[in-house]
């Protein structure tokens, strides 16, 4: 068991999700780590105040009878179940505790929806993670996958490559070689002390010079220089394929699939409050990708497209932004940046999804 982990907040010149939600500190100590397959998870067995994770790296999780989900018994312990995968929204950073994320709000009597979610996955990775865990379930009823971000944020960070045939992912380095963890730009941030976490905020050129030395890697002689339209129109094309391939699970798994687009700012109508707004513009100050990744015409691409493979697979396709537009929702924090929930907005989100899908029952 690892000991508890309590990053320290910097001081000086804090981004405002540290102030708001200063219980954001937690998951900044919580790294990455290498595993076969799905190219890494969180790591295993962290323990904070607000995020604690199991021996798989996954969020730990208590069914609606409180009792702790333990995923290697939840064959015996619960025989009937629903899956929630997804990257970081689903795996649920912001939540104030393991007790306030979207899959929580999801548990019926006996049935508990199990949260498979982690943190920078891709459509491909969340895939992965499934057909790798599913072994210890014996009767999954539905899967739902609320995901998007990621794949359009991958396709707009500079330096990232989406290799033919294969796709992209997050952490690429990390990914390829464990002992380059430690060269993450969270963990180098807020682990060197309030000197680069200083000069990280204030400088542009200290940013751009530590992401290009922290970040590179040999690269395999591919092509960097390609435009996010390029890597946009190549990342959707990856998603297709793994709807393709749910469609394919979904009719001799027994299972229904539900396939979300995740809410973000910038892709739903929400006008936002002063707080929203603020963290918002503080990210896209520190990494101007946001501001292309949470377009309206990227979120119209990928939603177009991702809509139409739903429909030729048959697999249904709900967009939560949709969802979140029917209502203004003035005054409400729902975002603590640009996709991820405050414990109000995991609340509205998971009321959404427990209302609007077609959720198979036995």
């Given at each position: ?64 009878e409180g009792e702790f989900i333990d ?213 896209v100050a520190l990494f101007p990708e ?15 497209r991702l809509a139409a493979s739903c ?52």
């Amino acid at each position: 068991m690892r000991p508890t982990i309590n990053p320290p907040v910097p001081a000086g010149n804090v981004h405002p999700r540290l102030r708001y939600y200063p219980h954001h500190a937690d998951y900044l100590g919580l790294e990455p780590e290498f595993r076969p397959f799905v190219m890494f998870t969180d790591q295993p067995d962290y323990r904070s105040p607000s995020v604690n994770t199991d021996t798989f790296g996954l969020r730990e999780q208590y069914d609606a009878e409180g009792e702790f989900i333990d995923l290697k018994r939840v064959r015996v312990t619960h025989p009937r179940c629903n899956v929630l995968l997804g990257g970081s929204t689903v795996f649920g950073v912001d939540a104030t505790s393991d007790r306030a994320t979207l899959s929580q709000h999801l548990h019926r009597a006996r049935t508990p929806c199990i949260n498979l979610g982690f943190r920078a996955a891709t459509g491909q990775q969340e895939l992965i993670m499934f057909l790798l865990l599913k072994r210890y379930f014996d009767r999954v009823l539905n899967v739902v996958l609320l995901t998007g971000v990621n794949d359009c944020a991958l396709a707009a960070r500079p330096g990232t490559r989406i290799y033919p045939g294969f796709g992209g992912t997050f952490y690429e380095g990390a990914a390829l070689s464990p002992a380059r963890q430690q060269e993450l730009l969270g963990v180098a941030r807020y682990r060197t002390g309030q000197l680069v976490d200083r000069a990280f905020v204030g400088s542009r050129v200290v940013r751009g010079v530590l992401q290009l030395f922290l970040g590179r890697d040999s690269g395999g002689g591919h092509r960097t220089r390609v435009s996010f339209e390029e890597k946009l129109d190549e990342s959707m094309g990856f998603v297709e394929n793994t709807i393709h391939t749910w469609a394919s699970i979904q009719s001799s798994g027994g299972f229904r699939v539900h396939f979300v687009l995740q809410p973000a700012i910038g892709w739903t109508k929400k006008p936002l409050t002063a707080i929203e707004r603020e963290c918002f513009d503080a990210d896209v100050a520190l990494f101007p990708e946001t501001s292309v990744f949470s377009s309206v015409s990227t979120y119209e691409k990928c939603r177009n497209r991702l809509a139409a493979s739903c429909e030729r697979n048959e697999i249904e396709f709900h967009d939560a932004n949709e969802w979140l537009d029917e209502a203004p929702h003035v005054g409400e924090e729902i975002f603590t940046d640009v996709c991820h929930l405050s414990d109000g907005g995991a609340r509205l989100v998971s009321g959404f999804l427990r209302d609007r899908l077609n959720w198979r029952e036995s």
